[in-house]
T-cell receptor, first 113, second 113 residues
C-alpha cells in the first residue's frame, strides 16, 4: 500500500514569490492534515480536512496561506507571498475516519531566501 | 489545552546501552499518547501509541512506553539501542481521534559505538 505522497521534496524560492505544495493521502483516508515543522521544533497543525471540508483552520495564517482539497482526495497548500519566516518543513498526514493514528508523508522542505 | 514537554533535547548513548526518553503532558481531559520517530530528511513514523487499557505499550523496533496517569508521563524506553536508532523522537498527544496532534519539541537520540 502506498503511503502519503508529497511533492516537491525540496523548494528554494526568493521572498515575495508564491509557492505550492501537493499532497496525496493514503487511499481511503478521508481526514487530511497539513503541519508545519520549524527547525528544532515539533510539527504544528495548520489545517485539517474531513473529506473536502476544512474543519480546523484556526492556525492557518489566512493573509498569505490558502489550502484546498477538491474532491476530498489530494490537497494543495499555497503561500503567497512567501516570507523568510516561512522556511520550514511542511508535512502532510492522513488518517481514516475516527481513527487516531496519523500517517505522515516525507514532507516538503522550503527555504525562502 | 494540551501541551507536551520532552525533558531532554539530546540524549547521547553507546550502542547496546539502555535508553529512556522522557515525556510529560498536560491536559484537563483524557488524551491519546503517541511516540513518533523521524529519521533525517524523512517524515514521521509511528513507534507506538496509548489509547486505553494496559499502561505498558509495546511498539516497533523493540521500543516500549509506560503511561503513568498520576505523573502525567509517557516515557519511551529501549533495553538495548543500535546505531540505527539514531534519530529524532517526538512525543505527541491528541484529545480525540481525528484531531490535531500536539507535539513536544523532540529529543535527539545519538547512538555511538
Amino acid at each position: 500500500e502506498a503511503g502519503v505522497v508529497q511533492s516537491p521534496r525540496y523548494k528554494i524560492i526568493e521572498k515575495k514569490q508564491p509557492v505550492a505544495f501537493w499532497c496525496n493521502p493514503i487511499s481511503g483516508h478521508n481526514t487530511l492534515y497539513w503541519y508545519r515543522q520549524n527547525l528544532g521544533q515539533g510539527p504544528e497543525l495548520l489545517i485539517r480536512y474531513e473529506n473536502e471540508e476544512a474543519v480546523d483552520d484556526s492556525q492557518l495564517p489566512k493573509d498569505r496561506f490558502s489550502a484546498e482539497r477538491l474532491k476530498g482526495v489530494d490537497s494543495t497548500l499555497k503561500i503567497q507571498p512567501a516570507e523568510l519566516g516561512d522556511s520550514a518543513v511542511y508535512l502532510c498526514a492522513s488518517s481514516l475516519d475516527r481513527e487516531e493514528t496519523q500517517y505522515f508523508g516525507p514532507g516538503t522542505r522550503l527555504l525562502v531566501l | 489545552a494540551q501541551s507536551v514537554t520532552q525533558l531532554d533535547s539530546q540524549v547521547p548513548v553507546f550502542e547496546e546501552a539502555p535508553v529512556e526518553l522522557r515525556c510529560n503532558y498536560s491536559s484537563s481531559v483524557s488524551v491519546y499518547l503517541f511516540w513518533y520517530v523521524q529519521y533525517p530528511n524523512q517524515g514521521l513514523q509511528l513507534l507506538l501509541k496509548y489509547l486505553s487499557g494496559s499502561t505498558l505499550v509495546k511498539g516497533i523496533n523493540g521500543f516500549e512506553a509506560e503511561f503513568n496517569k498520576s505523573q502525567t508521563s509517557f516515557h519511551l524506553r529501549k533495553p538495548s539501542v543500535h546505531i540505527s536508532d539514531t534519530a529524532e523522537y517526538f512525543c505527541a498527544v491528541s484529545k480525540q481521534a481525528g484531531t490535531a496532534l500536539i507535539f513536544g519539541k523532540g529529543t535527539t537520540l545519538s547512538v555511538s559505538s
